[in-house]
């Protein structure tokens, strides 16, 4: 229960900044209790998740919107765009344009063969 409170606190939050003392107060714990639930059961520490979460989330609207690339990483919780296509990246294993491409394009050929066939 611990957990799943700090993950919809999370969540609800992603667009904003915060700490870990802020995720462990959402369950009521100490920050190294937070900390140890978040390895043991995710395999992250909560920034990691957090990080995860974030880039995750900066996909889906990429590829579902037409948002600029610096609106979305500030409407994702990062504070500069600069370090945000550089997460992106390390997790993406592209750059949040490229990756933007690469779906629409996709998305692209899967319905143009929907209409062919």
Not at 34 to 56: A, D, G, M, T, W
Not at 89 to 113: A, C, D, F, G
Request: charged share 20%.
């Amino acid at each position: 229960n611990r957990l799943k409170s700090m993950l919809l606190w999370i969540d609800r939050h992603l667009e904003t900044a915060f700490t870990v003392s802020d995720i462990a107060a959402a369950a009521n714990i100490c920050t190294r209790e937070c900390q140890r639930i978040f390895n043991q059961y995710l395999h992250y520490s909560p920034i990691e998740y957090v990080q995860r979460k974030r880039i995750f989330h900066a996909a889906r609207l990429l590829s579902d919107t037409d948002m600029p690339v610096t609106d979305i990483a500030l409407s994702c919780g990062f504070s500069n765009p600069s370090y945000f296509s550089k997460q992106f990246r390390k997790l993406m294993k592209k750059t949040p344009v490229n990756y933007r491409t690469e779906v629409r394009t996709s998305q692209n050929t899967i319905w143009n063969h929907m209409q062919i066939t």
